[in-house]
């Protein structure tokens, strides 16, 4: 599968932006799904995952309550909302899928479980 990010860009402080991760392919729905940013200086590290159903999501602590992830399998998309940005959220933002079922085993924030990434979009929050 490939994967293609985007709606990233510049925003204040509070403001908010969605991103979108385009997937190619038919079976888009057999993939579960997750978002990890990266920071100058520092390690990718996880946002957001998604079940392949949609029906098992979860976050980061530091984006908790900020931050939807969601997806339409019929349009081969998955999403992050994301609101009242902070300056620490600065980062690019990369989507990712793997076959593999995260959810039950808690495997989902770990980046070494996701097989297919996305090229990445950069989200800038200046304050």
């Known amino acids: 599968v490939q994967l293609q990010a985007s709606g990233g860009g510049l925003v204040q402080a509070g403001g908010s932006l969605r991103l979108s991760c385009a997937a190619s392919?038919?079976?888009?729905?057999?993939?579960?799904m997750g978002w990890f940013r990266q920071a100058p200086g520092k390690e990718r590290e996880f946002v957001a995952y998604?079940?392949?159903?949609?029906?098992?999501?979860t976050y980061a602590e530091s984006v908790k309550g900020r931050f939807t992830i969601s997806r339409d399998n019929a349009k081969n998309t998955v999403y992050l909302q994301m609101n009242s940005l902070k300056r620490e959220d600065t980062a690019v933002y990369y989507c990712?899928?793997?076959?593999?079922?995260?959810?039950?085993?808690?495997?989902?924030?770990?980046?070494?479980?996701?097989?297919?990434w996305g090229q990445g979009t950069q989200v800038t929050v200046s304050s």
């Open positions: 998604i079940s392949r159903s949609g029906g098992s999501t």
């Open positions: 990712a899928a793997t076959p593999r079922e995260l959810y039950s085993g808690r495997y989902y924030n770990n980046k070494s479980f996701y097989d297919y």
């Open positions: 392919g038919r079976t888009f729905s057999r993939y579960d």
